[in-house]
Nanobody, 125 residues
Framework: QLQLVGSGGGLVQPGGSLRLSCAASGFRLDHYALGWFRQAPGKEREGITCIGSVDVDDSPYYIDSVKGRFAMARDSAKNTMYLQMNNLKPEDTAVYYC????????????????WGQGTQVTVSS
């Protein structure tokens, strides 16, 4: 079965950190561009970071609101992708999704082939 299984969300105080993980099964993440998305209540799902497949020599792209605080990574050996989130703010509260697209390059949201089930991140004191 081809799927992404996410984990790692939860409740954290402002300024805290969380690491989200998404493990792939049935396909190799190396051959896919990867992205992390989030959807806050009442808002559309937005892309926050993405990276091309391993044969593309690029660095992850980040939206301005998370730049310098979030970092995504791919572990080829574990076939898993990560999102490290530091200095979290209340406005980061959302359901977070990992996704993979059969492309060498980051792609629009609607083109992603596989999605994790979503994990809730709540930033509150």
């Amino acid at each position: 079965q081809l799927q992404l299984v996410g984990s790692g969300g939860g409740l954290v105080q402002p300024g805290g950190s969380l690491r989200l993980s998404c493990a792939a099964s049935g396909f190799r993440l190396d051959h896919y561009a990867l992205g992390w998305f989030r959807q806050a209540p009442g808002k559309e799902r937005e892309g926050i970071t993405c990276i091309g497949s391993v044969d593309v020599d690029d660095s992850p792209y980040y939206i301005d609101s998370v730049k310098g605080r979030f970092a995504m990574a791919r572990d080829s050996a574990k076939n898993t992708m990560y999102l490290q989130m530091n200095n979290l703010k209340p406005e980061d509260t959302a359901v977070y999704y990992c996704a993979a697209v059969k492309s060498r390059f980051c792609s629009p949201l609607e083109l992603y082939d596989y999605w994790g089930q979503g994990t809730q991140v709540t930033v509150s004191s």
